[in-house]
């Protein structure tokens, strides 16, 4: 069955870049749209963006203009670039597929990846 | 964007309850309504998508409702593993936005 891994450094300093990698094993990547989602401590879901294995993008619009989404489907990874980031930025990142079968959803998480922004 | 409130934002309850959890959409959503369950530390599962169909391996004690801007997540009989944060999310229109959330806890 399919699973999601997250990778990169727990800790980023403030106005560096987070770079964050979601593996995707058990499947291919060569369909669905792939996402990132972050929680801040104690608080609620944020959607960041998206991007389907063909390269081709969606950003939450708070962010736009920091965050880049790319995808490596010879590595069956995706990635998340996030810069200029702040104390606001700490959070818990997920990645999460996207599924559109009798309606749109994400039905399949990866554990989440606790980044801190200090310096 | 589309905002999504839940009401209310934490409830306690005994295990056997029948638990209802409310989400208004700040505009109309059709069924694009999906629910999910996260417990400590962990991410969240999906439970409901479309407001009202049960996702594979979802005990049937969970049913969604609505449409609109009006929906409903039941639990028909509270089991002890049901104590989690619930958040209701939006597919309907780009950005995908989330409820803050409905933390049921025991009484």
């Known amino acids: 069955q399919v699973q999601l891994q997250e990778s990169g450094p727990g800790l980023v300093k403030p106005s560096e870049t987070l770079s964050l990698t979601c593996t995707v094993s058990?499947?291919?990547?060569?369909?669905?749209?792939w996402n990132w989602i972050r929680q801040p401590p104690g608080k609620g879901l944020e959607w960041i963006g998206d991007?389907?294995?063909?390269?081709?993008?969606n950003y939450n619009p708070s962010l736009t203009g920091r965050v880049t989404i790319s995808v490596d489907t010879s590595k069956n990874q995706f990635s998340l670039k996030l810069s200029s980031v702040t104390a606001a930025d700490t959070a818990i990142y997920y990645c999460?597929?996207?599924?559109?079968?009798?309606?749109?959803?994400?039905?399949?998480w990866g554990r989440g990846t606790l980044v801190t922004v200090s310096s | 964007d589309i905002q999504m409130t839940q009401s209310p934002s934490s409830l306690s309850a005994s295990v056997r309850d029948r638990v209802t959890i409310t989400c208004r959409a700040s505009?109309?959503?059709?069924?694009?309504l999906n629910w999910y369950q996260q417990k400590p530390g962990k991410a969240p599962k999906l439970l409901i998508y479309a407001a009202s169909s049960l996702h594979i391996g979802v005990p049937s004690r969970f049913s969604g409702s609505g449409s609109g801007t009006d929906f409903t997540l039941t639990i028909s009989s509270l089991q002890p593993e049901d104590f989690a944060t619930y958040y209701c999310q939006q597919s309907y229109n780009n950005p995908w936005t989330f409820g803050q959330g409905t933390k049921v806890e025991i009484k």
């Open positions: 991007i389907y294995y063909s390269g081709s993008t």
């Open positions: 058990g499947g291919s990547i060569s369909s669905h749209y």
């Open positions: 999460a597929k996207w599924a559109q079968q009798l309606g749109y959803y994400f039905d399949l």
């Open positions: 505009q109309s959503i059709s069924s694009y």
